[in-house]
């Protein structure tokens, strides 16, 4: 039986042997793995953590300001970066899921080497969980933070890293976070991929096509509250469709909702969710996206499917 109160006190322990008198980076991207990593590391070193938010133009509605007033109301140093710019450069001409995952994952270590150069810092935390390296190693899909788990040596970055959740699945970790004090809004937040809404995007990533499968994540998500489910979202597609828009027949996009129900995210099930509800999610995503011509429902569980597209 996990007890999140003697993991605290373990990982407290040996996050203060490991890290002595140097300092330490937190990669905070506002998820709960993220966040609960943050403040863990903070309770261990205090003032010797700088939380992290890079704001790669890939996050929900709202999002940046969202993680720098939780790490405010922590009490941790925090700093905001901005590189949209340069994450979306990583992704032209690339329209295959791995590669993208794999620039992001560049992209995204060479940022916070750059800031650790800058910072005179020695160690990045971060949240990797073992359902990241469960699927990593196991070649299912690359996640952007798993890395000496592949052979791939971190310090070529600048940095060590640090992992304090990298044994816990998604339960144990919201366990932890409550244990710690944190609020709800964290600790029950659904999964959102490090690599973002990149991933929810087939095909070439842009601001434009970000821009879309952004409003139909926020539409999704505030129809589905109060359903319980795992995690639900919009994803973009590729292809194009035939439509009817103010009585004109035009070629527009199509969006695929997916709502799921899983303890751990290694199995999902798709929801039966009541028709009037998706109804009213095709509609307002339709309405209120004007490129939007097509919404579907997946009804695929994992496996065979994975839970993101991407």
């Known amino acids: 039986m996990f007890n999140a109160k003697e993991f605290i006190e373990n990982s407290l322990k040996e996050i203060r042997e490991i890290v002595g008198d140097k300092k330490v980076i937190s990669a905070c991207s506002g998820g709960v793995d993220s966040t609960v990593t943050t403040y863990l590391v903070h309770k261990a070193v205090g003032k010797k953590l700088i939380a992290i938010f890079i704001d790669d133009g890939l996050r929900r509605e709202g999002e940046p300001e969202f993680v720098m007033r939780v790490l405010k109301s922590f009490g941790v140093k925090s700093r905001y970066v901005d590189a949209k710019k340069e994450f979306f450069e990583v992704f032209k001409g690339k329209t295959d899921a791995e590669e993208k995952r794999k620039a992001f994952r560049d992209k995204f270590y060479k940022t916070l080497g750059k800031v650790a150069k800058e910072e005179k810092i020695d160690f990045i935390a971060q949240g990797t969980i073992k359902a990241d390296v469960i699927e ?3 070649g299912i899909k690359s996640q952007h933070n798993v890395l000496s788990q592949i052979g791939i040596n971190p310090e070529i970055y600048g940095y060590k890293i640090l992992e304090p959740l990298r044994e816990l699945f998604k339960p144990e970790v919201r366990e932890v976070g409550r244990e710690l004090g944190l609020p709800a809004e964290v600790t029950e937040r659904m999964p959102f991929p490090g690599p973002a809404l990149s991933l929810r995007v087939l095909g070439i990533v842009t601001p434009e096509r970000v821009a879309i499968v952004r409003k139909a994540t926020q539409i999704v998500e505030e129809e589905t509250r109060g359903l319980g489910t795992f995690q639900n979202f919009a994803v973009l597609h590729n292809d194009k469709a035939t439509g009817i828009k103010n009585g004109k027949r035009v070629y527009g996009d199509i969006i695929t909702v997916r709502i799921v129900e899983s303890v751990d995210a290694v199995t999902a099930k798709a ?9 009213r999610i095709s509609k ?27």
């Open 136 to 138: 990593t190693t196991q």
């Open 271 to 279: 929801k039966q969710v009541p028709y009037e509800k998706l109804w």
């Open 284 to 310: 307002r995503i339709t309405d209120e996206i004007p490129s939007v011509v097509r919404c579907l429902y997946d009804i695929t569980d994992k496996p065979p499917s994975t839970i993101e597209f991407e």
